[in-house]
């Protein structure tokens, strides 16, 4: 890759940082714009306590000067305001020894796994008796540090007019189930507690939720995210790590309770015959048009002028306030799931991290195709490109 993050942090460390190599020098670094791609995967309704106390915003630490970008690697910090409680439970040193320190160690120490999270599978694979070493790390807290790279990606996007949304379709059993062009009504989704477009469906959305915090449980749903103005050519045919459907899945599996990626029709391909599933092309006043868009925008790996359409499924939160079987890792009994203070529903705040990660995959490929040292060759590479592909 040559638009690239890597994250570090714990939920309930210091704060989280970011590193984002390859973007290119001279573009507007809008620090405004990234904080409120930060607040938006903080709203939601069914959301826990945690997005009561932190309002998160990102402190600059490299790759910009005078609000411009330089071309070398960029360093963001997200501090974590709850550190204050957790100073010494979270220390990276040895806390000292004394009996109030000990007590505070003791009631945040887990020993007990949470199925469906990384809690099992973690501890044994990196050696750990205390969960804590684990899940600090697993929770979806990382997030925020994917948000706050994906809006970076999008100040590049931005630059070649290229525009995302992101909506829920789906929660528990209850789908929303619209017409409504979500770019025309982004408004719309950015007002709603529960990210959709067509906002009647809210109270039907908001029972269902409200049932399941009674009954101390979660719900998961369905997401997608769209993204227009794309080149055609983007990604490639020529190996299996350079499709871009294939890195677009990826990186959205790897969100936290992510289950499955479509594109386009996805698993409705299915039931459908070819000849109604694939996109017929046609001429119109010199210029490539389609009727339809099945494909989702994407065909042989690589963008084809259409809207980019990506769907996902995600599960329901595995920490819940009525627990789940499970064992204890110290003394090998069964017990009840550990319960750590968590969200009845996050399906809100994924599909904005999604949409973050589906953007970073875009600003790649952009970055790949039409250089990447600084903006004005890639506008001149990007622009030279489009006289030829489009006349």
Known sequence: MIFRFLTSGESHGKGLNVIIDGMPSGINFDENFINSELKRRQKGYGRGGRMKIEADTVEVLSGVRFSQTLG?????????????????????????????????IKEKTIYNVRPGHADFAGALKYNHEDIRNILERSSARETASRVAAGAVAKLLLRE???????????????????????????????????HIIDTSFEEKLKSEIDEAQKDGDTLGGNIEIRFKNLPVGLGSHTQWD??????????????????SVEIGLGKDCAQISGSKTHDEIFINDGKFIRKTNNAGGLEGGMTNGEELTVKATMKAIPTMRTPLNSVSLKDKTEISAHFERSDTCAVCACAVVAEAMV???LADAMCEKFTHDNLEDMKNCYNNYLKRTEG
Do not use: C, Y
């Open 72 to 104: 070398s690697p960029i360093s963001l910090f997200i501090k974590n305001k709850d550190f204050e409680n957790w100073q010494t439970v979270m220390s990276a040193i040895e806390p000292e020894k004394t009996s109030e320190n000990e007590e505070k």
């Open 160 to 194: 070649f007019n290229i525009e995302g949304v992101s909506f829920v379709t789906q929660i528990g059993k209850t789908k929303v189930e619209t017409d409504l062009n979500p770019f025309e009504h982004k408004q719309n989704i950015e007002n709603s507690e529960f």
């Open 242 to 259: 350079k499709r871009l459907d294939g890195l677009i899945a990826q990186a959205v599996m790897s969100i936290p309770a992510i289950k």
């Open 359 to 361: 953007a970073i995959i």
